[in-house]
C-alpha cells in the first residue's frame, strides 16, 4: 500500500505486509497461492507504531474512507470527493492530486490498483493484473474535458468483448464492479478490496455500528469465529 499527498503524509507513505529477508519470528509468516507466480510469503501481523501524531491513524483513516468511496456511501455526483485532504502546508501540494497505490493478491491472481484524484474528479485510475506472471492492463480512465460531467473507460485487450463506458468523474470504475457490470478478473479485484475489515474509531458509522460489522463477519467466516472462541475459552 502507498498513498501521498494525503492530511500529514506529503511524501509517499508505504505499508507492506511483505516480510523481509529476516529469519526472526518465522511463526509470524504465511503463505498465500497464487496460479502462476507460486506461493506469495506474508506477515500474518503487522503492526503501525509510532509516535503521537505522527500519522499513525491518518492510515487507518485513508483506508477507512477508500473502502466508503468503493461502496459509493459518501460519493454523489458533481459533490466533492470526502478522502480529498491533501497536505496543506505547502502551496505546491495544497491543490495537488492524491495518489493511491496498492497490490494484492484476490482468488489467486496478482493486482495492482493504482487512483489519482482531485477534490471533485479522478484524475486517473488503472487497474493490472498478473494471471500468467506477465503484466495485463484490464482498464485505465481517459480524462474527457472538465465541461463534461463523465469520463472513458478504455478496456485492455484481454476484455476486448467490453465496449468503452462512461463513469462520472469523482466515481470509481471499480465500483461499478460491484453491482452494476459483472467481470470476473475486476470484479474478484472490487471484492477484495472492499471485503477488507476496516475499524476507525474517529468515525462516527464505526463508534454506532462497530460491533453489527464484526458479528456479520464473523458469521461469514466460520473459522475464524470459531478460532475466537477458542482462544476466548
Known amino acids: 500500500l502507498e498513498f501521498k499527498n494525503y492530511r500529514s ?12 529477508s529476516s529469519k526472526a519470528k518465522v511463526e509470524n509468516l504465511c503463505e498465500v497461492e497464487t496460479n502462476a507466480e507460486g506461493n506469495k ?11 503521537n501524531a505522527s500519522g499513525k491513524t491518518n492510515i487507518i483513516k485513508f483506508l477507512y474512507g477508500f473502502r466508503r468511496w468503493l461502496l459509493n456511501i459518501d460519493n454523489r455526483v458533481g459533490e466533492d470527493i470526502a478522502l480529498y485532504q491533501p497536505f496543506k502546508f505547502d502551496s505546491a501540494t495544497a491543490d495537488a492530486p492524491t495518489e493511491f497505490t496498492m497490490e494484492f493478491i484476490a482468488q489467486k491472481v496478482r493486482y495492482k490498483y493504482e487512483v489519482h484524484f482531485v477534490r471533485y474528479r479522478i484524475t486517473s485510475e488503472s487497474l493490472l493484473s498478473y ?11 481517459i480524462l474527457l474535458s472538465d465541461d463534461k ?5 478504455k478496456f485492455g485487450s484481454s476484455l476486448s468483448s467490453f465496449k468503452p463506458f462512461n463513469v462520472f468523474k469523482n466515481q470509481l470504475l471499480m465500483s461499478k464492479f460491484l453491482k452494476d457490470t ?21 468515525h462516527e458509522d464505526t463508534i454506532l455500528g462497530e460491533d453489527k460489522e464484526m458479528l ?18
Not at 41 to 51: E, M, N, P, T, Y
Request: charged share 20%; proline share 6%; aromatic share 12%.
Open 9 to 20: 503524509f506529503k511524501g509517499i507513505c508505504s505499508f507492506t505486509t511483505e516480510p523481509t
Open 149 to 153: 460531467e463523465s469520463d472513458t473507460i
Open 216 to 233: 456479520r463477519w464473523l458469521y461469514s467466516h466460520p473459522d475464524y469465529k470459531k478460532m475466537l472462541a477458542e482462544f476466548l475459552t
Open 182 to 202: 459483472p467481470c470476473e478478473p475486476i470484479t474478484n479485484a472490487a471484492k477484495y478490496l472492499v471485503d477488507m475489515v476496516i475499524s476507525n474509531g474517529f
Open 41 to 51: 510469503k506474508v506477515l500474518r501481523v503487522s503492526l503501525i507504531f509510532g509516535a
Open 131 to 141: 494471471p500468467n506472471g506477465k503484466q495485463t492492463q484490464l482498464y485505465e480512465r
